[in-house]
């Protein structure tokens, strides 16, 4: 859900020390508004209904109205062949005023418009329209020094920028795309300072956050603690639940979500997936009517094999095995045109974890009830749980991190070491994220070496699910020995 988080930042920050009322007046603001708690046909109204016209600025709430729905999966994929955001910066382009938000316009559509050329995988296009945001973004700073919503934007992109991959910066640098996170962070909390009240202040604080946590990769970090209003919107709501969820507060992120759920059901579709994962969870039944409003109400394939392995296993776990099997041939059967990671890592494990014990370890140890997944494990002989080379794989590796988690380190590494011993097997992640863990387990004892040599083991491994993240943490521990 990568896209799905930068997607909650780019509408943003707008300032209300208006360069010009004309561009940008209450009507559009309350317009605005609206699209932000996903009221899109109000926010329409609103427009249609505007007696003061500025086409600028309509073309640009109009474009954030249609970003939004493409990242919450709102519309069907032919539908994002129609660049509807390029038609929309042709009129902010056109316009002959002279004006930071006209500038200001421009570099968010541009960063729309990457994101969803990102989801179409045109990589040329999407980092050609980084180049033009940054360029247009330096020269409206220099123009109009005093103008907050920009120098937001720009602290912004000092963030993204610092996150790019080590073999990219030479090119980055040529294209004067140069990223400093702490740079970046100390420039959006400047303008904030610069900003007025209500919510054009509040979506400058929530970027703060979201940078912090996503460039900083500062935990324990939350909007509630910084924005009382965050309830209204939805996908403020969305992504401080993840912050919980990533904190491994469960309970918390379920109760926030049920509070909630009048705000964001019907609105944020994806939220009855993520209601539906925290549920599954502890081992919840009914997590299953939010599985059905998710499958019910998507309009892409995004998600769908996770959802369809989540209500196999609850099938499973209460011996519905005719339901079970369903499910397991829906996910094998059907052409899913757009796969996230969770769905590729779905196809593979639906296939291979079949015991109902190793099903639901994993959802407990996902859910942080770890001492509850090791009881589950150690309840019955091993030789009744693995009847496979993969069930080894995944019994050694699921007991290897719980024991992590619960600061059983001669344990986590003897099971870890037990999962790597078997031939490697590209469809699950475990193996590699074994070796990572190994790295990580032996820096604490203090072996530098065989951290490193885990480490590279791990690097070695290719072609498995989420093999980007893993190789990314792999590194980033390389970094810090060395």
Known sequence: MKYLKLATLLVLTLNTNLYSQEIWNSKYEQAYEE????????????????????????????????FINVMLNNYNDDVLENDSISYYLDIVNSSDIDSPWIN????????????????????????????????????????????????????FQLCTFSQIPDNYKSIASLFGI??????????IENSIENIGVGIIKDKSKFISVFSKKEFGKIDSIRISSSINSYK???VMIYYEAYLLYKDAKISETKNLLADTENTWQNKFNYLNYFAGKMLIFSIDYSAKKYFYKFLENTKTDNFKQS???????????????????????TIKSNDFTFQSESDKSAINEVSSITNPK??????????????????????????EICHSESDFIIYYYRLGSIRYKLNETDLAIDNFEKCTKFNFNNKFHYQANAYLHLGELYLTLGDKEKSKQNLYKCLELNGFPYSYGIHGKAKKVLENIN
């Open 104 to 155: 200001y316009f421009q570099v968010e559509m541009l960063t729309m418009s990457s994101l969803i050329n990102v989801r179409l995988d045109n990589k040329m296009a999407s980092a050609y329209n980084i180049y033009k945001a940054s360029k247009i973004t330096k020269s409206t700073i220099k123009k109009y020094s005093g103008f907050a919503p920009m120098k937001t934007l720009h602290g």
């Open 358 to 383: 190793l099903i639901k370890s994993q959802l407990l140890f996902d859910g942080g009830y770890y001492s509850i997944a090791r009881e589950e494990l150690l309840s019955s002989p091993k030789t």
């Open 35 to 66: 699209v932000l708690k996903l009221n899109f046909s109000t926010s329409n109204s609103i427009l249609s209904n505007s007696t003061e016209k500025f086409e600028a600025t309509e073309a640009y709430i109009k474009s954030s109205n249609y």
């Open 232 to 234: 209204l919107y939805p």
């Open 307 to 329: 959802t369809y392995r989540y209500l196999a296993y609850l099938e499973l776990l209460e011996s519905n095995t005719e339901k079970y099997n369903k499910f397991v041939e």
């Open 178 to 187: 140069e990223g400093n996170y702490q740079q970046g962070i100390t420039e």
